[in-house]
């Protein structure tokens, strides 16, 4: 039975009175203590938590921190090595209450991770390890006297077999606590680091730094002197400021190419409303921007109109601080400064310590250092550290801990190394740790829970399954169409004639969510990971290959459990009369590569030969099996051509074609694989691919209105059209942006046919004026806001590649509780709660693009190695032809066709010389000035020579690498003649624009590995090749969806505003 | 300082509650000698106190009387010093108009009013400590005094408020929770039948919770039925003791 206390507590009310509250506080005889060393686990209640999460029996030793510790160290509590902690209640709501809701989440998402060994005890809920607090009694002291009773009563009630430890920072615990239970130890968490983990140098470095700087701190806030920046304004006077309209609440989004000036704060929904601001609001200068960083929610005032500022158009580089005033500003807009923050988002970022000779500039501060960090957009942390020398050459991972008011420069501490400066690992690891993206290998306890499949003990389907499973091996013709060397297959299609002479036609995808388990260990590992992550020469799964390549993968000739959805088509208008879902058995027939199956199509049987299941057959029944899969894929791709005209006809935009191969050029390296002319097959598995996600979206959308996941896709702003028509007015066409369907047919007809690469650019710039599209809950948006403009569906979701998204895995549960719904049988539990998915939702959607932008990252990496070592002046290859397509005030963007780079190129030098180009073509530097108009920019020497470029113009530019010892190296281009660049063999590299990524990663690659490996060359470069390939080795109709997500990836401006 | 976690991970609530654990009531019939039937009840840190007279003939206007039932009158106040910071309310202000009203529906609905025709029923009800849930402690507070004035119903009416946090149906709400501004919902049930006496809600809840938040509700006023049912059986022990000796 539960007992009643009541507490006292005394409030302050908002008119400075105070005030009695009584509060009831009820105890209970058991609380679940969920250590499996308990007596009665039944009457605990153990393991009946959200999670059933329970310590592990293996540990030495159960650790309790005291509140102060959780507060200060959680970071360290964090590593997986450090087992068996218990969490007090007590010290729970101590970091709830005073480190804020951050802190308090991360603790909360710490106790939910099976994969970390701690629980929470409730113990403040338990009626003998309840202590009211006395009166007097300071709320520090009672804290630790609860806490510590607490471990006392845990000890007893696991029968004394497992001594205790607390961990304080309190002197006086020690003493009055440290001999009062045997059993029960009480030392300080240094001296607790020291005895049970001496080995465990990141914690002891960390814990050196988190002290470290926790001191300096202290020392700060009694010296503050003269402040830096405007103190932030309390929280409810944020809040009742947002309300009445006087502040504005957004996202800071700093300018990458201005970091120290410009910064922009992007609206957030509800705040704008009544204000008539469209656009965002211009934050100038770092004293405006008062300690917020990029990616914090801040409030915001504005300025009164007098001191608003224009944005810059100019090219970024020389600083901006010699610049004349008002050149180059556009008109003014919005202005204002931030007022306070309400949400921070710090996260881990990789910074580089100063060489040598910059810190001894630094002069007598030697133990506080100022890092730069990598990305540009973050302000220099100070650091306080005796490590500065040995860590120069090596990129490290800090975090900030506070920014007060009275410092230029947050304060931070240093967390680990990840590699040296220009070494690829290291560069790769950084490009990681700045996406958040973490991918340590599979753990053990992971890779449990998966099926084996060895020669010795296959892998069978068990007779239970094949019960409840639809059995479609013995009826069905089932095969893969999937680029050759792929593993993963994640699709395969069926289709045959009824016995009433309609047709059905079936999409079988690879059951995964039969082998993860909802809240598994692999399933945690898969929801955090989200996806697989590309990147120019790896991949990271996020499923362990045992289920990727093997288990979960639809090979031929092996039976599989697959989902499947089956649609019944009237014989000749192929209109859909039944669809069905379920889960099934199949057996490949065929594992077909695109080119076979297109052959096939064609009536060209020379293949037959190729493909190894026709290989051991006679020929009679070759015959037969022959003519039976042509028979099928004709018919496949007479339905797909159907289903393609009816979308169509609604505004599907046609942006998949060779245009877009060439934009996935420039960020993923799967050029090889791009066919020049896209074969049709691609389309007919593209379409049915749609089709199952737009029929399953339908389903579970029916069947779950406020909790099924769908992705959609908003239709995009008219005004960021703009720059797409200037750009094709220049060139003399018209494109019509009012729908989806006018801008596809427009764009089809925006073509030079002197020069291709005008509507490839234009292509590309559609692109990326479009939005994102995302994953969301139907519960928390409208049903009109559902649709899918790049698809012209009005719902679709992803439900055909489970093996490497997680929102599939996702789709496929909510699938299969819809089925079991009809069947009156609810299955429910497993599913989340539309708060909850909303909430991964915008985990996958961050997680999605931090992939890619990770992979378009490490291309620009590969780049720059690249180039880095050609040099420029000599090497044949770095004199390129590109096409100017956009212009700026002080320069040109140029694209590069060849290597599908873009970037930025300056007709004015740092010395303020302009360009100037000689009758021949050739550029030379001379005073003078530059003159930008709507499409085209001059330059005018002093001596009266004038050049202009024009957007659309070929040039000749020198690519060379622009080293950086704190950021990622940056590609330069230099224009060296205004004329296109005419080497006898320009055309074949127009056609065929073949030194391609892949290519170049190759290289790249296997340079770093022979300057490692120099000694042991023996080292088999071309099975790492062979890894590669797999990289690659996707199925076709994921790269269509990739192309149709890179319409859609925020590719923003590369260089300059 | 981060906002209140009404429903921990670990599925407590702030006073130490699970989800559809009850505050303690403690309740106590024929607490005034004077009165035809009185009653005292506390849930948790709620207290109300009620008072029946009747059934008795009309008093002032005879127009009132009702020809084929009796008339049943509820009124509802709440004492000054109910809440945490001491504030006059007056008689017949809208919020106690409001739940005397409440009361008089519900309690029109489990008397057997056709029993005594032209007569009135008066039901007395003064909150003394308010700490959430007073519509409930009043309906509950008022089934007592009934039932020791001897007056025939047709089931106890039981109530019990529930809320909705996070996707989770919370029964018995106290001041903090309700405090926060989630959607509540009161509910006076005839247990015996479970028929609904009362439900009512002012705040916008999703229609598809709607079902788990009622079916809290309906659980925890059973509940009650169990708890108010042993106090009354335990006063009629007490009085067949007196009169017996």
């Given at each position: 039975?539960?007992?009643?206390?009541?507490?006292?507590?005394?409030?302050?009310?908002?008119?400075?009175?105070?005030?009695?509250?009584?509060?009831?506080?009820?105890?209970?005889?058991?609380?679940?203590?969920?250590?499996?060393?308990?007596?009665?686990?039944?009457t605990c209640h153990n393991g009946q938590g959200p999670d059933g999460k329970l310590l592990s029996s293996d540990v030495t030793h159960y650790m309790v921190p005291d509140w102060k510790v959780v507060q200060d160290y959680?970071?360290?509590?964090?590593?997986?090595?450090?087992?068996?902690?218990?969490?007090?209640?007590?010290?729970?709501?101590?970091?709830?209450?005073?480190?804020?809701?951050?802190?308090?989440?991360?603790?909360?998402?710490?106790?939910?991770?099976?994969?970390?060994?701690?629980?929470?005890?409730?113990?403040?809920?338990?009626?003998?390890?309840?202590?009211?607090?006395?009166?007097?009694?300071?709320?520090?002291?009672?804290?630790?006297?609860?806490?510590?009773?607490?471990?006392?009563?845990?000890?007893?009630?696991?029968?004394?077999?497992?001594?205790?430890?607390?961990?304080?920072?309190?002197?006086?615990?020690?003493?009055?606590?440290?001999?009062?239970?045997?059993?029960?130890?009480?030392?300080?968490?240094?001296?607790?680091?020291?005895?049970?983990?001496?080995?465990?140098?990141?914690?002891?470095?960390?814990?050196?730094?988190?002290?470290?700087?926790?001191?300096?701190?202290?020392?700060?806030?009694?010296?503050?002197?003269?402040?830096?920046?405007?103190?932030?304004?309390?929280?409810?006077?944020?809040?009742?400021?947002?309300?009445?309209?006087?502040?504005?609440?957004?996202t800071l989004n700093v300018n990458k190419h201005r970091a120290q000036m410009e910064a922009f704060v992007r609206l957030q929904g509800a705040s704008s409303k009544d204000s008539d601001l469209i656009s965002d609001i211009?934050?100038?200068?770092?004293?405006?921007?008062?300690?917020?960083?990029?990616?914090?929610?801040?409030?915001?005032?504005?300025?009164?109109?007098?001191?608003?500022?224009?944005?810059?158009?100019?090219?970024?580089?020389?600083?901006?601080?010699?610049?004349?005033?008002?050149?180059?500003?556009?008109?003014?807009?919005?202005?204002?400064?931030?007022?306070?923050?309400?949400?921070?988002?710090?996260?881990?970022?990789?910074?580089?310590?100063?060489?040598?000779?910059?810190?001894?500039?630094?002069?007598?501060?030697?133990?506080?250092?100022?890092?730069?960090?990598?990305?540009?957009?973050?302000?220099?942390?100070?650091?306080?550290?005796?490590?500065?020398?040995?860590?120069?050459?090596?990129?490290?991972?800090?975090?900030?801990?506070?920014?007060?008011?009275?410092?230029?420069?947050?304060?931070?501490?240093?967390?680990?190394?990840?590699?040296?400066?220009?070494?690829?690992?290291?560069?790769?690891?950084?490009?990681?740790?700045?996406?958040?993206?973490?991918?340590?290998?599979?753990?053990?306890?992971?890779?449990?829970?998966?099926?084996?499949?060895?020669?010795?003990?296959?892998?069978?389907?068990?007779?239970?399954?094949?019960?409840?499973?639809?059995?479609?091996?013995?009826?069905?013709?089932?095969?893969?169409?999937?680029?050759?060397?792929?593993?993963?297959?994640?699709?395969?299609?069926?289709?045959?004639?009824?016995?009433?002479?309609?047709?059905?036609?079936?999409?079988?995808?690879?059951?995964?969510?039969?082998?993860?388990?909802?809240?598994?260990?692999?399933?945690?590992?898969?929801?955090?990971?989200?996806?697989?992550?590309?990147?120019?020469?790896?991949?990271?799964?996020?499923?362990?290959?045992?289920?990727?390549?093997?288990?979960?993968?639809?090979?031929?000739?092996?039976?599989?459990?697959?989902?499947?959805?089956?649609?019944?088509?009237?014989?000749?208008?192929?209109?859909?009369?039944?669809?069905?879902?379920?889960?099934?058995?199949?057996?490949?027939?065929?594992?077909?590569?695109?080119?076979?199956?297109?052959?096939?199509?064609?009536?060209?049987?020379?293949?037959?030969?190729?493909?190894?299941?026709?290989?051991?057959?006679?020929?009679?029944?070759?015959?037969?099996?022959?003519?039976?899969?042509?028979?099928?894929?004709?018919?496949?791709?007479?339905?797909?051509?159907?289903?393609?005209?009816?979308?169509?006809?609604?505004?599907?935009?046609?942006?998949?074609?060779?245009?877009?191969?060439?934009?996935?050029?420039?960020?993923?390296?799967?050029?090889?694989?791009?066919?020049?002319?896209?074969?049709?097959?691609?389309?007919?598995?593209?379409?049915?691919?749609?089709?199952?996600?737009?029929?399953?979206?339908?389903?579970?959308?029916?069947?779950?209105?406020?909790?099924?996941?769908?992705?959609?896709?908003?239709?995009?702003?008219?005004?960021?059209?703009?720059?797409?028509?200037?750009?094709?007015?220049?060139?003399?066409?018209?494109?019509?942006?009012?729908?989806?369907?006018?801008?596809?047919?427009?764009?089809?007809?925006?073509?030079?046919?002197?020069?291709?690469?005008?509507?490839?650019?234009?292509?590309?710039?559609?692109?990326?004026?479009?939005?994102?599209?995302?994953?969301?809950?139907?519960?928390?948006?409208?049903?009109?806001?559902?649709?899918?403009?790049?698809?012209?569906?009005?719902?679709?979701?992803?439900?055909?590649?489970?093996?490497?998204?997680?929102?599939?895995?996702?789709?496929?549960?909510?699938?299969?509780?819809?089925?079991?719904?009809?069947?009156?049988?609810?299955?429910?539990?497993?599913?989340?709660?539309?708060?909850?998915?909303?909430?991964?939702?915008?985990?996958?959607?961050?997680?999605?693009?931090?992939?890619?932008?990770?992979?378009?990252?490490?291309?620009?990496?590969?780049?720059?190695?690249?180039?880095?070592?050609?040099?420029?002046?000599?090497?044949?290859?770095?004199?390129?032809?590109?096409?100017?397509?956009?212009?700026?005030?002080?320069?040109?963007?140029?694209?590069?066709?060849?290597?599908?780079?873009?970037?930025?190129?300056?007709?004015?030098?740092?010395?303020?010389?302009?360009?100037?180009?000689?009758?021949?073509?050739?550029?030379?530097?001379?005073?003078?000035?530059?003159?930008?108009?709507?499409?085209?920019?001059?330059?005018?020497?002093?001596?009266?020579?004038?050049?202009?470029?024009?957007?659309?113009?070929?040039?000749?530019?020198?690519?060379?690498?622009?080293?950086?010892?704190?950021?990622?190296?940056?590609?330069?281009?230099?224009?060296?003649?205004?004329?296109?660049?005419?080497?006898?063999?320009?055309?074949?590299?127009?056609?065929?624009?073949?030194?391609?990524?892949?290519?170049?990663?190759?290289?790249?690659?296997?340079?770093?590995?022979?300057?490692?490996?120099?000694?042991?060359?023996?080292?088999?470069?071309?099975?790492?090749?062979?890894?590669?390939?797999?990289?690659?080795?996707?199925?076709?109709?994921?790269?269509?969806?990739?192309?149709?997500?890179?319409?859609?990836?925020?590719?923003?401006?590369?260089?300059?505003? | 300082?981060?906002?209140?976690?009404?429903?921990?991970?670990?599925?407590?609530?702030?006073?130490?509650?699970?989800?559809?654990?009850?505050?303690?009531?403690?309740?106590?019939?024929?607490?005034?000698a004077q009165a035809d039937g009185s009653a005292y009840i506390e849930q948790g840190n709620t207290k109300a106190l009620a008072v029946v007279y009747g059934p008795h003939e009309i008093r002032g206007s005879r127009a009132?009387?009702?020809?084929?039932?009796?008339?049943?009158?509820?009124?509802?106040?709440?004492?000054?010093?109910?809440?945490?910071?001491?504030?006059?309310?007056?008689?017949?202000?809208?919020?106690?108009?409001?739940?005397?009203?409440?009361?008089?529906?519900?309690?029109?609905?489990?008397?057997?009013?056709?029993?005594?025709?032209?007569?009135?029923?008066?039901?007395?009800?003064?909150?003394?400590?308010?700490?959430?849930?007073?519509?409930?402690?009043?309906?509950?507070?008022?089934?007592?005094?009934?039932?020791?004035?001897?007056?025939?119903?047709?089931?106890?009416?039981?109530?019990?408020?529930?809320?909705?946090?996070?996707?989770?149906?919370?029964?018995?709400?106290?001041?903090?929770?309700?405090?926060?501004?989630?959607?509540?919902?009161?509910?006076?049930?005839?247990?015996?039948?479970?028929?609904?006496?009362?439900?009512?809600?002012?705040?916008?809840?999703?229609?598809?919770?709607?079902?788990?938040?009622?079916?809290?509700?309906?659980?925890?006023?059973?509940?009650?039925?169990?708890?108010?049912?042993?106090?009354?059986?335990?006063?009629?022990?007490?009085?067949?003791?007196?009169?017996?000796?």
């Open positions: 039975m539960l007992q009643k206390r009541e507490k006292v507590l005394l409030l302050r009310t908002f008119h400075g009175r105070t005030l009695r509250i009584v509060r009831e506080h009820y105890l209970r005889p058991s609380v679940p203590c969920n250590s499996p060393l308990c007596p009665q686990p039944a959680l970071e360290i509590l964090d590593f997986p090595e450090l087992k068996g902690i218990v969490f007090m209640q007590t010290a729970c709501q101590a970091v709830q209450r005073q480190r804020g809701r951050r802190q308090y989440n991360k603790l909360r998402n710490l106790l939910k991770d099976a994969r970390h060994d701690c629980v929470l005890f409730a113990n403040e809920f338990q009626q003998s390890c309840y202590l009211p607090r006395e009166r007097g009694e300071s709320m520090e002291k009672w804290q630790s006297r609860s806490i510590y009773n607490a471990a006392a009563w845990y000890y007893h009630h696991c029968q004394h077999r497992m001594p205790i430890v607390m961990v304080t920072e309190d002197e006086e615990a020690i003493q009055q606590y440290g001999s009062e239970t045997e059993g029960v130890f009480v030392i300080s968490f240094k001296n607790y680091l020291d005895n049970f983990w001496p080995d465990l140098k990141a914690a002891h470095e960390l814990c050196e730094s988190i002290l470290q700087s926790r001191r300096e701190r202290e020392n700060e806030s009694q010296e503050s002197h003269g402040k830096e920046y405007p103190e932030h304004v309390p929280l409810e006077v944020l809040e009742a400021g947002i309300k009445s309209g006087r502040y504005i609440q957004g211009l934050i100038h200068g770092m004293k405006a921007r008062n300690r917020s960083i990029h990616g914090d929610v801040v409030v915001v005032e504005l300025l009164p109109k007098s001191e608003w500022k224009g944005r810059t158009a100019a090219l970024g580089e020389s600083d901006g601080d010699d610049r004349a005033p008002g050149e180059s500003l556009s008109e003014p807009m919005p202005t204002g400064r931030v007022v306070g923050i309400l949400q921070k988002n710090w996260r881990d970022y990789v910074v580089t310590f100063p060489s040598i000779e910059e810190v001894q500039s630094q002069g007598k501060n030697a133990q506080k250092i100022l890092v730069t960090p990598w990305d540009y957009r973050i302000p220099k942390i100070r650091i306080s550290t005796q490590q500065a020398e040995a860590l120069q050459d090596f990129r490290v991972v800090v975090r900030i801990d506070s920014w007060e008011s009275t410092s230029m420069y947050p304060n931070g501490h240093f967390v680990r190394v990840l590699g040296r400066i220009g070494d690829l690992e290291g560069e790769i690891a950084t490009i990681l740790v700045e996406n958040s993206i973490s991918v340590v290998p599979f753990s053990e306890a992971q890779m449990c829970e998966m099926p084996v499949n060895t020669p010795e003990n296959p892998w069978k389907v068990s007779s239970q399954e094949e019960q409840e499973r639809k059995d479609l091996r013995k009826t069905h013709l089932v095969f893969s169409i999937d680029p050759s060397g792929c593993e993963d297959v994640d699709d395969t299609l069926s289709v045959r004639a009824l016995d009433n002479g309609n047709l059905e036609l079936g999409v079988h995808i690879a059951d995964v969510t039969h082998f993860v388990a909802p809240h598994s260990y692999i399933d945690i590992e898969a929801r955090t990971r989200a996806t697989t992550y590309y990147l120019a020469d790896r991949r990271y799964d996020m499923l362990p290959a045992i289920l990727s390549a093997d288990v979960c993968s639809l090979l031929g000739g092996v039976d599989r459990y697959a989902v499947s959805v089956m649609w019944e088509l009237d014989k000749t208008s192929y209109e859909i009369k039944k669809v069905w879902y379920g889960r099934t058995i199949i057996r490949s027939a065929y594992k077909l590569f695109y080119e076979a199956a297109q052959d096939l199509l064609d009536g060209n049987f020379s293949v037959v030969k190729d493909i190894p299941e026709f290989k051991d057959l006679e020929e009679r029944s070759r015959q037969a099996k022959l003519e039976e899969l042509v028979w099928a894929i004709r018919k496949l791709t007479d339905i797909a051509r159907h289903i393609r005209a009816k979308r169509d006809r609604c505004g599907a935009l046609e942006l998949e074609g060779v245009e877009v191969c060439i934009q996935l050029d420039e960020k993923k390296n799967i050029h090889d694989l791009i066919p020049k002319q896209p074969l049709e097959v691609h389309e007919t598995v593209a379409e049915c691919m749609i089709l199952a996600n737009h029929w399953v979206a339908k389903k579970i959308w029916e069947s779950f209105p406020h909790q099924a996941l769908l992705r959609r896709h908003p239709p995009p702003h008219q005004e960021f059209f703009s720059e797409l028509r200037e750009c094709a007015k220049a060139k003399g066409f018209f494109i019509d942006t009012r729908s989806n369907k006018a801008l596809a047919d427009s764009l089809d007809n925006a073509n030079d046919p002197n020069d291709p690469i005008v509507n490839k650019l234009l292509r590309s710039m559609a692109t990326q004026a479009m939005s994102n599209a995302l994953y969301f809950s139907t519960g928390s948006c409208a049903e009109e806001e559902f649709h899918h403009y790049g698809l012209a569906l009005d719902k679709y979701t992803h439900f055909t590649s489970p093996i490497r998204r997680y929102s599939d895995i996702i789709v496929h549960r909510l699938l299969m509780a819809a089925i079991s719904k009809d069947k009156k049988m609810e299955i429910k539990e497993n599913l989340f709660s539309n708060k909850d998915l909303e909430e991964l939702c915008r985990h996958i959607n961050n997680r999605n693009r931090a992939a890619q932008h990770s992979q378009k990252q490490s291309t620009e990496l590969f780049q720059c190695m690249y180039f880095k070592d050609k040099d420029p002046e000599t090497e044949e290859r770095c004199i390129s032809d590109g096409v100017i397509y956009s212009i700026r005030t002080n320069g040109v963007l140029v694209f590069i066709p060849r290597f599908g780079i873009k970037g930025a190129a300056y007709l004015r030098n740092k010395d303020g010389l302009v360009i100037s180009c000689g009758p021949d073509g050739h550029s030379e530097w001379k005073p003078g000035s530059l003159q930008r108009f709507q499409n085209k920019i001059t330059s005018t020497t002093t001596g009266g020579e004038s050049v202009t470029f024009h957007l659309f113009d070929h040039v000749t530019v020198r690519i060379s690498v622009q080293t950086s010892r704190c950021h990622s190296d940056t590609i330069r281009l230099e224009i060296i003649s205004s004329k296109p660049h005419m080497t006898p063999d320009t055309e074949l590299f127009q056609q065929s624009p073949l030194l391609l990524k892949s290519d170049l990663v190759k290289e790249v690659t296997r340079s770093v590995e022979e300057a490692q490996l120099a000694q042991e060359v023996e080292v088999n470069i071309t099975e790492d090749y062979q890894k590669y390939c797999q990289t690659k080795g996707r199925s076709l109709y994921t790269l269509l969806e990739e192309i149709r997500d890179l319409a859609l990836l925020d590719v923003s401006n590369s260089y300059g505003m | 300082m981060a906002g209140l976690e009404l429903l921990s991970d670990q599925g407590y609530r702030v006073d130490g509650r699970r989800a559809g654990e009850l505050r303690k009531i403690q309740a106590r019939m024929g607490v005034f009132r009387a009702l020809p084929d039932r009796a008339l049943v009158n509820c009124q509802y106040s709440s004492a000054t010093f109910s809440t945490g910071e001491r504030k006059r309310r007056p008689h017949g202000d809208r919020k106690s108009c409001e739940m005397g009203l409440q009361l008089r529906q519900t309690f029109e609905a489990a008397i057997l009013t056709q029993l005594h025709p032209r007569s009135q029923i008066d039901i007395y009800v003064q909150v003394l400590q308010a700490d959430g849930g007073t519509y409930a402690a009043c309906v509950n507070a008022a089934t007592l005094a009934v039932l020791d004035a001897g007056i025939p119903m047709r089931d106890f009416v039981c109530a019990c408020s529930a809320g909705f946090v996070d996707g989770t149906a919370l029964a018995d709400l106290s001041h903090v929770e309700e405090a926060t501004g989630g959607p509540q919902l009161a509910l006076a049930l005839l247990p015996a039948s479970g028929q609904i006496a009362l439900l009512e809600m002012d705040a916008r809840l999703h229609e598809d919770h709607l079902e788990q938040v009622l079916e809290a509700a309906a659980r925890a006023s059973r509940d009650v039925h169990t708890v108010l049912d042993r106090v009354v059986r335990q006063h009629v022990q007490e009085a067949s003791v007196l009169l017996g000796d």
